[in-house]
């Protein structure tokens, strides 16, 4: 390593060190002064449980907080609202003496949101283990530090208002959707309910409930048509025998038949019909029938008792008609009572016969309509629990959002941190020279000293001639380099300072510049990290 070599090709290019180690001093001398100072306020917010224990009154706004946090700073960054902010804030109003700045609609909503901090910190997370307390960092950068507190506090207003009315939004439409979905049931229930009523009053005869008592109808039916059928068959041998004895002309046998007197007979026939009574209707044909033959078997003793005793063969001829129209009479009132029994029984098997089917249908419907009734038991206690919400988020008992510390004027800038600016343009200006002058080295693959000529060809010189500028050249080459630092340190501020002034902020062009080149979102996470 040949050290003097190297070193009198550094001074050969000192003037390139100069130039750029000057172009970066003055860039980063110059933004040092001129950019604005950057004032942040911020204002810390907290979320407070509900006040009333959830095991006793529970809200119906069961967004988890983050998230709502999150919905809210999405509804506060809105374009109406950040422009509307701007404007009732005046945040881009001139400074006195200064020409406004040009900015479209676009740029300010994008300025906002960029400067515009809301940091949430705790909750539950797997990470920290247990559930802390969800904190709310709200700030403003501005160059003014009465602005930055103005619109700190302004977005905080806005969380608070957001939130109140996101949670009483939330627990009214839940109230209103379980009012309508009380009254749809309601309804339901009463058509239901109608549908019921009236499938029982069409089929009241054929109905599940009656099956048992109906069936048992129709086994006593099938037994008392069983015993008037024997009843029939007796009588029928009676009348037959009465006929055969009273065409054999056997008077003795005749006479010996009704051995007992009318008065007698009206008597049975009486305990007949008061027993018949003890477990028959008056209106039953059996003892419509004993009163007739009641009634006239009191005729027949009364004409005896006024009139005396007939003839002989009178007294026979009318006790056989009075036994033959007796045993005609219980016949045919048996045959009407077989038929009416015969009919309801017909009537019975008929509604038992439809009564699964009709059984099937109302199983249907009440299971509908018990359904809809505990859907409607279940709407009523949760039209219940909706209105217990709505009263305890109209009453701010729920979770709710309070400042905890509002934001004040800081005293001091944030930023920028000139003394940094400054040293990084002149550490970059000077590291920038150097690095142009190594690289210009070794890109120059020309024959330089005698080593190099040995090297490269093989030939040894006897001597070395050093290149002699004339004092005119030297004159030449000095002025033009006082020129070009003269130009840098002169024009690049004055350029800056027009930039600043007529053209856009340095602060916004710069932001600009980073964000085309994709780092402003990087510079803005190490600020937030700061900042937390």
Same mark, same amino acid.
């Given at each position: 390593?040949d050290?003097? *070599?190297?070193?009198?090709?550094?001074?050969?290019?000192?003037?390139?060190?100069?130039?750029? *180690?000057?172009?970066?001093?003055?860039?980063?001398?110059?933004?040092?002064?001129?950019?604005?100072?950057?004032?942040v306020?911020?204002?810390?917010?907290?979320?407070?449980?509900?006040?009333?224990?959830?095991?006793?009154?529970?809200?119906?706004?069961?967004?988890?907080?983050?998230?709502?946090?999150?919905?809210?700073?999405?509804?506060i #960054?809105?374009?109406?609202?950040?422009?509307?902010?701007?404007?009732?804030?005046?945040?881009?109003?001139?400074?006195?003496?200064?020409?406004?700045?040009?900015?479209?609609?676009?740029?300010?909503?994008?300025?906002?949101?960029?400067?515009?901090?809301?940091? !949430?910190?705790?909750?539950?997370?797997?990470?920290? +283990?247990?559930q802390?307390?969800v904190?709310?960092?709200?700030?403003?950068?501005?160059?003014?530090?009465?602005?930055?507190?103005?619109?700190?506090?302004?977005?905080?207003? #806005?969380?608070?208002?957001?939130?109140?009315?996101?949670?009483t939004?939330?627990?009214?439409?839940?109230?209103?959707?379980?009012?309508?979905?009380?009254?749809?049931?309601?309804q339901?229930?009463?058509?239901?309910?109608?549908?019921? #009523?009236?499938?029982?009053?069409?089929?009241?005869?054929?109905?599940?409930?009656?099956?048992?008592?109906?069936?048992?109808?129709?086994?006593?039916?099938?037994? &008392?048509?069983?015993?008037?059928?024997?009843?029939?068959?007796?009588?029928?041998?009676?009348?037959?025998?009465?006929?055969?004895?009273h065409?054999?002309?056997?008077?003795?046998l005749?006479?010996?038949?009704?051995?007992?007197?009318?008065?007698?007979?009206?008597?049975?026939?009486?305990?007949a019909?008061?027993?018949a009574?003890?477990?028959?209707?008056?209106?039953?044909?059996?003892?419509?029938?004993?009163?007739?033959?009641?009634?006239?078997?009191?005729?027949?003793?009364?004409?005896?008792?006024?009139?005396?005793?007939?003839?002989?063969?009178?007294?026979? #001829?009318?006790?056989?008609?009075i036994?033959?129209?007796?045993?005609?009479?219980?016949?045919?009132?048996?045959?009407?009572?077989?038929?009416?029994?015969?009919?309801?029984?017909e009537?019975?098997?008929?509604?038992?016969?439809?009564?699964?089917?009709?059984?099937?249908?109302?199983?249907?419907i009440? &299971?509908?309509?018990?359904?809809?009734?505990?859907?409607?038991n279940?709407?009523?206690?949760? &039209?219940?629990?909706?209105?217990?919400?709505?009263?305890?988020?109209?009453?701010?008992?729920?979770?709710?959002?309070?400042?905890?510390?509002?934001?004040?004027?800081?005293?001091?800038?944030?930023?920028p941190?000139?003394?940094?600016?400054?040293?990084?343009?002149?550490?970059?200006?000077?590291?920038?020279?150097?690095?142009?002058?190594?690289?210009?080295?070794?890109?120059?693959?020309?024959?330089?000293?005698?080593?190099?000529?040995?090297?490269?060809? +093989?030939?040894?010189? *006897?001597?070395?001639?050093?290149?002699?500028?004339?004092?005119?050249?030297?004159?030449? &080459?000095?002025?033009?380099?006082?020129?070009?630092?003269?130009?840098?340190?002169?024009?690049?501020?004055?350029?800056?300072?027009?930039?600043?002034?007529f053209?856009?902020?340095?602060?916004?062009?710069?932001?600009?510049?980073l964000?085309?080149?994709?780092?402003?979102?990087? !510079?803005?996470?190490?600020?937030?990290?700061v900042?937390?």
């Open positions: 390593m050290l003097k *070599f190297y070193f009198s090709r550094f001074l050969r290019r000192i003037h390139y060190v100069l130039i750029i *180690f000057a172009l970066g001093s003055a860039i980063g001398l110059t933004l040092a002064r001129m950019l604005p100072p950057v004032y306020a911020s204002a810390l917010l907290v979320v407070e449980n509900e006040q009333i224990p959830d095991a006793l009154a529970a809200s119906t706004v069961q967004t988890e907080i983050t998230v709502q946090l999150q919905i809210i700073q999405q509804r #960054l809105t374009r109406a609202n950040l422009l509307d902010m701007a404007n009732r804030l005046q945040i881009y109003a001139p400074a006195p003496g200064q020409p406004a700045p040009r900015m479209e609609a676009d740029d300010v909503v994008k300025n906002l949101r960029e400067r515009i901090s809301i940091v !949430i910190t705790g909750g539950a997370s797997v990470a920290r +283990g247990p802390q307390a904190l709310v960092n709200v700030g403003f950068e501005s160059p003014s530090p009465v602005l930055s507190a103005a619109v700190a506090n302004e977005v905080v207003t #806005l969380i608070l208002k957001e939130n109140v009315s996101m949670r939004n939330v627990a009214r439409q839940t109230l209103d959707f379980f009012v309508q979905e009380v009254a749809r049931l309601d339901e229930l009463t058509t239901q309910g109608a549908a019921i #009523l009236e499938f029982k009053e069409k089929n009241q005869n054929a109905l599940p409930d009656s099956l048992d008592f109906r069936r048992s109808q129709q086994a006593a039916a099938q037994e &008392r048509l069983l015993q008037m059928s024997r009843d029939e068959a007796e009588l029928n041998a009676r009348r037959d025998q009465l006929v055969r004895m065409n054999a002309g056997s008077d003795n005749l006479l010996d038949a009704p051995k007992t007197p009318e008065a007698k007979q009206l008597q049975a026939l009486r305990d019909l008061a027993s009574l003890i477990v028959m209707s008056s209106e039953n044909p059996k003892v419509k029938m004993l009163q007739a033959q009641v009634a006239a078997a009191e005729k027949v003793v009364a004409v005896q008792a006024a009139g005396g005793s007939t003839a002989a063969g009178e007294q026979q #001829l009318s006790a056989y008609d036994q033959t129209a007796d045993l005609e009479s219980q016949l045919a009132s048996i045959s009407a009572q077989k038929a009416q029994v015969t009919a309801e029984m009537t019975i098997g008929t509604s038992i016969a439809e009564t699964p089917a009709n059984a099937n249908a109302l199983d249907v009440e &299971r509908d309509y018990a359904n809809t009734r505990e859907q409607y279940q709407a009523v206690a949760n &039209r219940a629990r909706a209105e217990t919400g709505d009263t305890i988020e109209a009453m701010a008992k729920g979770q709710r959002i309070s400042v905890i510390e509002q934001a004040v004027a800081p005293s001091e800038p944030s930023r941190n000139r003394l940094l600016i400054g040293a990084a343009g002149v550490g970059g200006g000077l590291t920038l020279g150097i690095g142009l002058a190594l690289l210009l080295e070794m890109m120059n693959k020309a024959i330089r000293r005698p080593a190099d000529l040995t090297a490269g060809l +093989g030939i040894t010189p *006897f001597a070395t001639l050093p290149y002699l500028r004339s004092s005119r050249q030297a004159r030449r &080459r000095r002025l033009i380099l006082f020129v070009i630092f003269a130009l840098v340190l002169v024009a690049i501020p004055a350029l800056l300072f027009a930039v600043d002034q053209v856009m902020p340095l602060d916004l062009l710069l932001n600009r510049v964000s085309n080149l994709g780092l402003a979102a990087l !510079i803005a996470d190490a600020q937030l990290f900042l937390v």
